[in-house]
């Protein structure tokens, strides 16, 4: 099954900013919604932060709502977060996947850790 693999996460002041990008190989992801997904620490569930459909409409969780941008280039198979004014409960780590998950496996994720 197709992995995706992330990359930009890092550590960052509070305020701060970070680029996110996701890369997925195949065919499919020019037609399924992607998403990037957080796992916060001591949690067991990755939770959903932004959507972008495979169309461009794009849906965001109230934590990412006037901070954070979600954007896809189909042509790449690439999937962006672009993450501003970073907050200490952003820390976690970054997953992109599907929504719903289902075609792709979950990747590594990318680390973002946000210090006061």
């Known amino acids: 099954q197709v992995q995706p693999v992330e990359s930009g996460g890092g550590l960052v002041q509070a305020g701060g900013s970070l680029r996110l990008s996701c890369v997925v190989s195949?065919?499919?992801?020019?037609?399924?919604?992607m998403g990037w997904y957080r796992q916060t620490p001591g949690n067991d569930e990755r939770d959903l932060v932004a959507?972008?459909?495979?169309?461009?409409?794009?849906n965001k969780s109230d934590v990412a709502r006037g901070r954070f941008t979600i954007s896809r280039d189909n042509a790449k198979n690439t999937l962006t977060l672009q993450m501003n004014n970073l907050k200490p409960e952003d820390t976690a780590v970054y997953y992109c996947?599907?929504?719903?998950?289902?075609?792709?496996?979950w990747g590594q994720g990318t680390q973002v850790t946000v210090s006061t």
């Open positions: 195949g065919s499919i992801f020019s037609d399924v919604a």
């Open positions: 996947n599907s929504v719903p998950v289902g075609p792709f496996e």
């Open positions: 959507t972008v459909l495979s169309y461009g409409t794009i």
